[in-house]
């Protein structure tokens, strides 16, 4: 069963929702992730492009991966909130900030990505981590 959600960017010039059965929910601690997240870890959620309707226009920044991958980071233009992460390796997925949305806790990390590369001070609650790949 489909779970529902909505959410904005900080200043509301973006919106969404959708229903989706996440194909992950993760934190990540890539340097990328911490660098646009603000902090120790990216957390987000996987969802297919077709699972999420978007108004508003939406930045992007595109830069390579240590695994050749594109990555893609789609945010608002006019407060900068980072909505979603693209991958070339998966072009009909997006990975949704998780805290965009308006009930966060709707969905439950249950994998570190990029684990060996956490800040010490960085806690996640995940004891599942997967190999060091985007």
């Not at 830069?63 to 945010?75: E, K, L, V």
Request: glycine share 8%; proline share 4%.
């Amino acid at each position: 069963m489909k779970t529902s959600f909505q959410g904005s960017c900080l200043c509301g010039a973006v919106t969404f929702k959708g229903a989706t059965d996440p194909s992950f929910v993760s934190h990540c601690c890539c340097q990328d992730c911490r660098k646009t997240s603000g902090t120790g870890h990216s957390t987000d959620f996987g969802v297919t492009w077709d699972e999420i309707d978007i108004q508003g226009s939406l930045s992007k920044y595109s830069n390579h991966a240590d695994s050749g991958n594109i990555i893609t980071r789609h945010f608002c233009p006019v407060c900068g909130s980072k909505i979603a992460t693209t991958n070339s390796a998966y072009p009909n997925e997006a990975a949704i900030n998780i805290a965009t949305i308006e009930t966060p806790g709707t969905f439950q990390p249950d994998i570190v990505h990029h684990a060996s590369k956490r800040i010490s001070w960085d806690s996640v609650d995940c004891e599942k981590s997967d190999r060091d790949e985007a």
